[in-house]
Nanobody, 120 residues
């Protein structure tokens, strides 16, 4: 299993970014893929999750309404569209994948992360 994140960078407050997670080594319909983030000095937290079996999505309250998770099976990719970004969204964003129909856990598979910095 391999997960590779991309799309991070520096953006001004109010701007948008789309993160990509390219995956390989497993069949997405049997798995869930999620985005987590970790800001400096803080614990890793959930952002969004998509279930491969039926496309069900879950969002953290902190990003609900500003973030959309989606997948493109033809490209083996999951995307995180983030809008109305604010400095509190500054973090390293990680893609994770696990078997089943809910959020992956720390024991599952993780990418190396992509850094997002939102300037005021």
């Amino acid at each position: 299993v391999q997960l590779v994140e991309s799309g991070g960078g520096l953006v001004q407050a109010g701007g948008s970014l789309r993160l990509s997670c390219t995956y390989s080594g497993f069949s997405f319909p049997d798995w869930s893929i999620a985005w987590f983030r970790q800001a400096p000095g803080k614990e890793r937290e959930k952002v969004a999750c998509i279930v491969g079996h039926d496309g069900t999505t879950y969002y953290a309250d902190s990003v609900k309404g500003r973030v959309t998770i989606s997948n493109d099976n033809s490209k083996n990719a999951v995307y995180l569209q983030m809008n109305s970004l604010n400095p509190e969204d500054t973090a390293t964003y990680y893609c994770a994948a696990g078997l089943g129909n809910y959020w992956p856990t720390f024991e599952d598979y993780w990418g190396m992360g992509t850094r997002v910095t939102v300037s005021a």
